[in-house]
């Protein structure tokens, strides 16, 4: 393995896209491959597709890692590169996505041992600050913070994964904890407080409080 000691977030500053598509724009600049190591999804693939709810955090691969990357000019060297599909000067970025970024990047760090810490957005290396990437609305505190909690999960935390659960009345929904937040399902919880929820209008979803029409 090539020595790591730090890794570098971008967007693609599209409103769609996947690595087989950035990889065609990279190679048509004359570039020998895509330029990132890894891409993540935000479920939007091409500009007239379908949004696929399923692939939004969903992390292909770009570049081999063993290969230094063309993403930050000047530390590329020592440094991986992972992009989020997304105009994070215009949004902020789904928490499916960030979450899917931030297990790969989790995982990177265990790889090459290096912390939270070495997590940085492209704008944060000398030389870049006047570059918005990843965009002025993407949340790099979040992301780092992300991160730390997954290393954290993943060396023990404590014991042994935390089986909880919401209660409502006698009613008792199990939830997950993931990246420092709870995720428990929609539809148990508002079916348990008699609401109704309809699904058939994806992705938005209208939960109707029980006893109205
Ligand atoms: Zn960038």
Redesign the pocket.
């Known amino acids: 393995m090539r020595p790591i000691s730090s890794i ?4 693609s ?1 599209s409103l769609f896209g996947d690595a087989a598509i950035i990889r065609g724009w990279h190679t048509a600049k004359g570039w020998k491959d895509i330029g990132y190591h890894k891409i993540v999804l935000n479920g939007q693939r091409t500009s007239n597709g379908a949004f696929k709810p399923g692939e939004c955090g969903a992390v292909e691969a770009g570049r081999p890692e063993a290969m230094v990357g063309a ?2 000019k000047g530390h590329n060297t020592g440094s991986l ?1 992972i ?1 989020f599909i997304g105009n994070f000067d215009l949004k902020r970025p789904d928490t499916d996505q960030l979450l899917g970024g931030a297990r790969q990047i989790a995982e990177w760090c265990r790889a090459y041992k290096i912390p939270s810490s070495a997590v940085f ?3 944060e290396y000398s030389g ?1 600050e006047s ?1 918005h ?2 965009g002025t609305l993407f949340p790099l505190d979040e992301l780092r913070e992300m991160v730390h909690n997954l290393l954290v999960d993943a060396n023990g935390g404590g014991g042994q994964a935390r089986q909880n659960h919401v209660r409502i009345g006698a009613t008792l929904i199990p939830y997950e904890e993931r990246g420092g937040m709870a995720w428990a399902p929609v539809r148990a919880v508002a079916e348990a407080l008699g609401a109704k929820v309809d699904t058939s209008d994806w992705p938005e979803i209208v939960v109707t409080a029980g006893g109205q029409a």
């Open positions: 570098a977030v971008h967007h500053a993403h930050v590169g992009c957005g492209h704008r870049h570059n990437c990843p």
